[in-house]
Each structure stands twice: as C-alpha cells, then as structure tokens.
C-alpha cells in the first residue's frame, strides 16, 4: 500500500529553503515579489512556509506551524525559465487553476534536484 492509502501521515518527499515568487493568481498576473521560503514537498502538495529561519525539517508537521499556502501538483506544469527573471536557476510552476511560482536557489545543484523531484511527482499523477 502506498505511504497514504493507509491513511497515515504522507510521506514526506523533500523540504529546502528556496526564493519564491507568486506571478500570477487564477491566471491574473501578479507584481513579482521574491522572498525566501521553507518548502515542504509532501504526498501531491508543495507547501510554503514563511519565516524560514523558524522553521526546522520537522515544523511542517500538522499543528507544529502553519503554511502559508499550499499547491496542488495534480495537473500542474513545470517549467525552466530564463526569461521571466534576471536570476539564474529559475523555474515556473503552473497549477491547474492558474496560479503561478517562480522558484529560485543560488545553487545549481539545490534547484535542480527540486526541479526534478517535483517533476517526478507531476508525472506520478498524471498516470493515475
Ligand atoms: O520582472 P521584473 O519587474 O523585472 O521583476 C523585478 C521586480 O519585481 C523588482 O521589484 P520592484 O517591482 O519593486 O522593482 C524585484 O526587486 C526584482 O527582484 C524583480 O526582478 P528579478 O529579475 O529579480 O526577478
């Protein structure tokens, strides 16, 4: 049985400090506003965290912090990008109900292991 068929707590995938921005809400473009993040990719969720430096591997657990938001991967899109930023190591995430991150590390190797965790995820459900 897979980690959530059971009902028990999801498996927890990867957590990392990264730079976010939110640049589009329901696919209305939103003004860029980067700022670093505490992101928890857990079962088929993305969650965000803010005041990163509280947080620890352990805090996204249920009533230990709150999240800031959350994203759904079922259907999402992801995308690297050269264009919609002035950083290096960018990449766009698209849910399916149009809204849209730009993730960002200063490390090659941190991004992309991220891009393609996630990535692996996004492909997971879309053969289900
Ligand atoms: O796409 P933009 O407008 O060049 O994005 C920059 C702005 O969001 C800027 O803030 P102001 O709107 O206050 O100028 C940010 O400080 C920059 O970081 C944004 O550009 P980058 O290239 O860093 O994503």
Do not use: M, Y
Request: hydrophobic fraction near 30%; aromatic fraction near 8%; charge should be positive.
């Amino acid at each position: 049985t897979s980690p959530e068929s059971d009902g028990s707590t999801p498996e927890l995938e990867k957590a990392g400090l990264l730079n976010k921005t939110k640049i589009a809400e329901g696919g209305r473009k939103l003004r860029k506003n980067w700022s670093p993040s505490w992101v928890v990719l857990v079962g088929n969720s993305l969650v965000f965290f803010k005041d990163p430096k509280s947080q620890t591997p352990s805090s996204w657990k249920p009533g230990n912090s709150c999240p800031e938001s959350s994203v759904d991967l079922r259907g999402a899109q992801l995308q690297w990008t050269n264009d919609l930023s002035s950083k290096k190591n960018v990449f766009k995430l698209r849910t399916v109900t149009g809204n849209e991150f730009l993730l960002q590390s200063e490390t090659d190797s941190v991004i992309r292991e991220w891009f393609n965790t996630i990535h692996k995820v996004i492909d997971k459900l879309d053969r289900e």
